[in-house]
């Protein structure tokens, strides 16, 4: 009989470690037992070779056969240990038999599972029973039961809940069960009383009074709840079971007319976990079969049970009963047991054969044997290179996505139960007009009474969605009755609602959204500033206040992105300063990078540049996940291009066109917030807005074609091209300078032309941009004719050096380059270049005029970037100045330097320094719109954010700021005197600027 | 005269806590016949976030497994640390991560600090080890349970392959705890 206690031993190595346990106690005491079990004559009513039909009776003949009662314990425990290992090893091999070309793995897969936990229960049943009868000795009984309570298959630890009489003899429960917890921590499953613990319980039982007057104080945790809806009498009074089943299980069933306080509570619970488990991080190298499903599920089976009054607790008989009652979902509660079934085996058998552990890790080698004779058992073989594992572990993946798109298919069902049933439906149905008002006392105290009995419940989005409704007074009477009270009153009733929360940061923070975003109502900012002080007082930036702040921000980014907008500065700086901390789960840590990001862009970041983040974020919320992967945004901008012309309609092609503008403006942004160099800014924008601006024309001509019927072409005739800052190249405008030209005279072609352009225009604006039209202004239509423009340029009309700036920098984006022959034959040499003289007196006295004028206006400290005394339009006149005396093509912006020292060599050295001063006033302009204000009056006071983005420190007894401020004055010096010396000596060069006579007057300045 | 332990393991959830009180439980129930009961975290406070479990080891029957007034409390993270300190009796050891736990509480309790986490990840080269390294350092301060039976008990519940890593975590545990005593000891008024 040792050797086959050996054989025992070794057919159980397959199994985990935990066997160790039960192999100890068959080495200390197996001899033991058969010895006395043949003394006693009871051998042969035992079976130790193989699993007992019987175990119970088999027990009491093992009790039979030890001498006194430590004997009798140790054989018990002992014979306890032979079941379990051959049960485990038994239940595994049938598994293997039937699993082995079975056509339905589930079936096969729902008999082996549930076999298993009605054997143990069986087992552990039978042996509490008899070690609590062996403690109690002759001790008097009061009347009890103990119940197992979750899952039947877990045996590792049982759950117990142990119900009492309340009398005076549960002293003597209490002493039995601590010896019975004592022999179980030897021989059998560790016990677990976290029901009595959590009930507030001074021993290891509790009455029925005891939870009555528990539950009449407050909900308990869902997670009690569950388990007390699952409990399953295995030792003691039936009578007593069924009495706690009426009285307090009872309590959480929904009764149609009666009260359902704890049955809100516990959905409530319920629904609140649901979410929590749908957007935990995930790693993606781990699985976790409980949190991946298996807590999903019976969450959502537990919440059905109450509302439609299943009292089986058995999870799968559960499951059967609700697809016969509930017919709406019958389909997706028969497949969400199958992918409950499957999980629940890959879970067991995973524990099986490695530890009582939950999480597994699939890059872990040692991890990887244990899926593959998990996979083996379950009847997956190696088929070539794919190992068994990978197919098990492709199914189990499978059956949690499919179950967890079930789950979520299951939740609106219980949503809709809650907001019809709830003790606060009344505050959220909209009165109607014969209904007397529902009686409020003050609601904010009001709902803080009722949560009261609600503490630890997460889910209120019905409440919520009532505060947001525009067309509901809940805000309105929220903030009223908020103002009504006094101020140390409002700033406790605000702690406390910080404080309830602080359990449910995605609540909160949609609240603070929800006061925060109304700030035309009286109070609402009031209230949310009060809110989120508190708030950030009470977060304390712990490990787990990071995860949950960082994961609700990926899974509400916009709503986050929000509640972000709305602090002030340094309600911010507080915010991100509490995200620095340590966090455990790496998954977690790369949700906090983002969220650490986005808090850095925006403490960067103007409102202008808000703006744009709007835009996009608000219809792809995702895109902010994305803030430091611009590559990421780049593709997909990309992507939306590629789409755009298989968009049915032009409409479509218009918004989707729209978008790919916006995500690629606000991608520039970001690169700018992040030091991309000038030049690669500058390039990458200006190519996105060329793109735009000649597909949205080719999007416009054909929706006006495909309204006329007909199809006129235009490509040698219209010619649109962009001035200013876009023809410079330059990123970051926020208009558009435009030119059209058209070569022609036929008004059909012109009305034609200029119906393209009106749409243009409107697609434009829509992104926020202001299309300017300077030409347009002189001759009332967005089309002007090149007959017009020459007309006007020869003298006929006023003509001034803005209009010959405009042209001079356009750069032309759609018309053919025959066109744009035609553009610089007529226009540029006909009659600019013709007339240099008197536009390079213009420009010089521009640049004069300009600076007396400004130095009349800059008396304070702030300093106008673009107009002042060596500014950016300093730079921009020499530029065209330039253009004009040397008859230069190239578009004037960062290049057109280089193109200068190449044609004048004995000032190249002047023109570098030019081009340094140049890239580093327009990166301040950049920088200063995108981090402060789109403006170009710039504000020593606001220099911080620039200064620190374009790498300045403090340092030398000045700040950042102040060093930027230095650096941007000398740059200013340095071009106004390079300037004033270069133009004058290219003018001596060129002998003297005189304007022929007449034509002076001519401009008008 | 009886003996009783209480001993409370406090920390972050995936940190093996409940885990570490099992082995200890088991190692003193199994392998020394002591009296031993173990119990954790549970509800939505287990969710994540926060975890802690107790052990109460004694020579009597244990009337109820909650921890009221510890003899041990190990904090892996500082605001376990915060949380439990008052549990702890005045002749009690509090055991802190010295990496995580930067605000050491005063008390008339004996502190000891030590990085446990640092030790796994950088000894052992598996953060996740940091539990049983904590396993060895409270077994030879606290000197109750021995440590043939925490072996054994180690043995017992960790996943099959990883028996050598956890077995050497185990040995720095115990490393480390004899350097603490070995300080503690050196310290100006030490016996």
């Known amino acids: 009989m040792l050797r086959y206690f050996r054989r025992l031993e070794e057919r159980s190595q397959e199994l985990g470690n935990h066997r160790r346990k039960h192999v100890h106690a068959v080495d200390k005491h197996g001899r033991l037992l058969i010895d006395r079990l043949e003394e006693s004559g009871l051998f042969d009513r035992v079976h130790l070779r193989q699993p007992a039909q019987d175990p119970s009776a088999e027990m009491d003949a093992v009790l039979e056969a030890g001498r006194d009662i430590e004997e009798k314990l140790a054989l018990l425990g002992t014979y306890y240990s032979i079941q379990f290992l051959q049960m485990n090893i038994r239940s595994i091999d049938l598994l293997r038999l039937d699993a082995s070309g079975a056509r339905d793995r589930t079936g096969v897969c729902r008999d082996f599972i549930r076999g298993v936990g009605d054997d143990f229960l069986r087992l552990i049943g039978g042996y509490m029973t008899r070690v609590l009868d062996l403690s109690f000795g002759d001790e008097p009984r009061p009347g009890f039961v103990v119940c197992s309570v979750g899952t039947r298959l877990h045996q590792d630890d049982v759950d117990l809940g142990i119900i009492d009489d309340g009398s005076k003899a549960r002293v003597n429960l209490n002493r039995a069960i601590a010896k019975t917890a004592r022999e179980m921590m030897r021989y059998a499953s560790v016990p677990d009383f976290y029901l009595s613990e959590h009930v507030g319980a001074e021993g290891y039982t509790v009455s029925i009074d005891e939870y009555r007057r528990r539950l009449d104080k407050k909900i308990l945790d869902f997670v009690s709840v569950t388990e007390i809806l699952s409990v399953y009498p295995l030792v003691g009074s039936q009578a007593l079971f069924d009495r706690f089943r009426r009285r307090i299980i009872g309590r959480y069933y929904y009764r149609p007319r009666g009260e359902n306080r704890e049955h809100e509570g516990y959905l409530r619970g319920l629904l609140g976990e649901i979410e929590s488990l749908m957007l935990w991080p995930h790693e993606p190298e ?16 537990s919440a059905y049970r109450c509302v439609y009054r299943i009292e089986e607790s058995d999870r799968w008989e559960a499951m059967r009963l609700l697809g016969k009652k509930v017919r709406l979902y019958r389909e997706e509660l028969a497949s969400l047991e199958k992918n409950y079934t499957y999980v629940e085996t890959f879970r067991h058998l995973y524990q099986a054969f490695s530890a009582q552990k939950e999480e597994i890790d699939l890059v872990d080698p040692v991890e990887q044997n244990t899926l593959q004779q998990v996979a083996l058992t379950m009847g997956y073989e190696d088929v070539g290179v794919i190992r068994a594992r990978e197919q098990l572990l492709v199914r189990y993946f499978q059956h949690v996505r499919h179950g967890r798109q079930t789950v979520r298919a299951l939740v609106p069902l219980l949503s809709e139960h809650i907001r019809k049933t709830s003790v606060f439906s009344a505050w959220m149905r909209p009165e109607a007009p014969d209904e007397a008002p529902v009686p409020k006392k003050n609601l904010p105290i009001d709902f803080l009474r009722h949560v009261r009995y609600f503490e630890g419940i997460k889910y209120w989005n019905d409440l919520l969605e009532a505060i947001e409704n525009e067309r509901g007074d809940l805000l309105d009477q929220f903030l009223s009755d908020m103002l009504a009270l006094d101020e140390p009153h409002r700033e406790q009733i605000l702690k406390y609602y910080a404080h309830w929360g602080y359990q449910t940061f995605y609540t909160l923070e949609r609240l603070m959204v929800a006061f925060g975003r109304n700030t035309r109502k009286r109070g609402a ?18 490990p787990d206040d990071i995860r949950r702040l960082a994961t609700v921000f990926v899974h509400y980014p916009f709503m986050t992105y929000r509640y972000l907008t709305l602090m002030d500065d340094r309600s911010l700086a507080e915010f991100h300063s509490k995200l620095g901390g340590e966090v455990w789960d790496a998954q977690a840590g790369r949700w906090r990078d983002w969220l650490v990001r986005l808090c850095e862009i925006l403490r960067r970041s103007s409102r202008f540049f808000r703006r744009s983040i709007d835009r996009v974020c608000e219809n792809h919320p995702e895109y902010l996940l994305y803030f430091g992967d611009l590559k990421k945004l780049d593709r997909i901008a990309k992507g939306i291009l590629a789409d755009l012309l298989r968009l049915p309609s032009h409409e479509l092609q218009k918004k989707e066109l729209g978008a790919y503008y916006d995500l690629q403006f606000l991608r520039i942004g970001l690169a700018t917030l992040q030091g991309m160099p000038l030049s690669q800014l500058d390039a990458e924008f200006t190519e996105f807005a060329d793109y735009f601006l000649e597909i949205l024309f080719d999007v416009c001509k054909a929706e006006v074609d495909a309204e006329q019927g007909r199809r006129l072409l235009t490509h040698d005739l219209l010619a649109l091209f962009v001035a200013g800052g876009h023809a410079r190249e330059r990123a970051h405008q926020d208009d558009y300078d435009l030119v059209v030209l058209l070569n022609s005279d036929s008004d059909d072609v012109h009305e034609y032309t200029n119906q393209i352009i009106t749409r243009l225009n409107r697609e434009i604006s829509r992104r926020g941009i202001m299309p300017q039209y300077h030409l347009a202004d002189r001759f009332g239509s967005f089309v002007t004719r090149f007959s017009e423009l020459e007309n006007f340029l020869s003298g006929e009309g006023k003509t001034s050096y803005v209009d010959m700036s405009q042209l001079l920098g356009a750069r032309q984006i759609v018309g053919s380059s025959r066109l744009e022959a035609e553009f610089n034959r007529r226009i540029i040499e006909g009659c600019i270049y013709e007339n ?9 006295g521009e640049i004069e005029s300009r600076r007396s004028f400004m130095g009349e206006q800059c008396k304070g400290p702030e300093f106008d970037i673009k107009e002042c005394r060596g500014g950016l339009r300093d730079l921009e006149m020499g530029m065209l100045l330039w253009k004009v005396m040397y008859r230069i093509r190239d578009p004037i912006g960062g290049r057109f330097w280089d193109v200068l020292a190449e044609r004048c060599p004995g000032q190249r050295w002047e023109f570098k320094e030019l081009k340094e001063s140049y890239q580093f006033l327009n990166r301040l302009r950049d920088v200063y719109r995108l981090s402060v204000a789109p403006v170009n009056v710039l504000n020593p006071a606001f220099m911080g954010r620039p200064a620190e983005l374009l790498g300045y420190r403090s340092g030398d007894g000045l700040s950042a700021g102040e060093k930027l401020f230095r650096d941007h004055s000398k740059h200013c010096n340095r071009v106004a005197e390079s300037l004033d010396r270069l133009i004058r000596d290219a003018v001596k060069f060129e002998g003297g600027t005189s304007p022929p006579e007449g034509r002076a007057e001519a401009l008008d300045r | 005269m009886s003996f009783r332990c209480e001993m409370r393991l406090s920390g972050e959830g995936g940190q093996g806590l409940v885990l570490a009180g099992k082995i200890l439980a088991e190692a003193a129930a199994i392998y020394q016949g002591i009296n031993a009961t173990q119990s954790q975290s549970y509800g939505p406070e287990a969710r994540g976030g926060a975890s802690r479990s107790e052990i109460i080891l004694s020579d009597e029957d244990i009337d109820f497994p909650k921890a009221v007034r510890l003899d041990l409390l190990l904090a892996l993270t500082q605001e376990a640390c915060d949380r439990y300190v008052c549990d702890l009796k005045p002749t009690g050891v509090l055991l802190v991560d010295s990496d995580a736990v ?18 796994a990840r950088e000894t052992i080269g598996r953060e996740i080890v940091a539990n049983i390294v904590a396993i060895g350092i409270i077994t030879r301060i606290a000197e109750v349970i021995e440590e043939e039976s925490v072996r054994e008990a180690i043995l017992t519940r960790v996943p099959k392959g990883t028996e050598e890593v956890n077995l050497k975590a185990f040995e720095l545990g115990l490393s480390m705890a004899d350097r603490l005593i070995a300080e503690e000891a050196g310290k100006p008024g030490a016996n």
Not at chain 1, 286 to 301: F, Y
Not at chain 1, 525 to 542: I, K, M, P, S
């Open chain 1, 836 to 844: 240099k003289e008197i536009y390079m007196v213009s420009v010089i």
């Open chain 2, 102 to 119: 930067k605000r050491v509480p005063e008390g008339p309790f004996k502190t000891y600090r030590a990085p446990v986490i640092r030790g």
């Open chain 1, 525 to 542: 900012r009031e209230v949310f500033e009060g809110l989120n002080r508190a708030f950030l007082d009470t977060v304390r930036g712990t």
């Open chain 1, 286 to 301: 781990r699985i976790h079969p409980k949190e991946d499903l298996l807590r999903l599920v019976g969450a959502i089976v």
